[in-house]
Nanobody
């Protein structure tokens, strides 16, 4: 059974940091491109960051470049999103996504709220 379980969300003040984790099971994690997406209330889901199967290449939405870092540990079947210098506009539900060939898996999401 395929599972992607996000954790690490919560309430943080502007300028603060959070580290999201996404634990994968039920598929060969090291074959998959991993992505983090987010969806704010009333807005479309957007791609935040992407990492290739070996972790050798990453890319980011312009809105998070220089503040967020995606990484992965294939030995632990886990992908991370380190979020620094958080802003209120980063408030959203963050989703983990795994993609390979025609396969596309999603987690349930974790809420991140940036507010004073």
């Amino acid at each position: 059974q395929v599972q992607l379980v996000e954790s690490g969300g919560g309430l943080v003040q502007p300028g603060g940091s959070l580290r999201l984790s996404c634990a994968a099971s039920g598929f060969t994690f090291s074959n998959y491109v991993m992505r983090w997406h987010r969806q704010a209330p009333g807005k479309e889901r957007e791609l935040v960051a992407r990492i290739t199967p070996t972790g050798g290449y990453t890319n980011y939405a312009d809105s998070v470049k220089g503040r967020f870092t995606i990484s992965r540990d294939n030995a632990k079947n886990t992908v991370y999103l380190q979020m620094n210098s958080l802003k209120p506009e980063d408030t959203a539900v963050y989703y983990c996504n795994a993609a390979f060939s025609f396969r596309d898996y999603w987690g349930q999401g974790t809420q991140v709220t940036v507010s004073s």
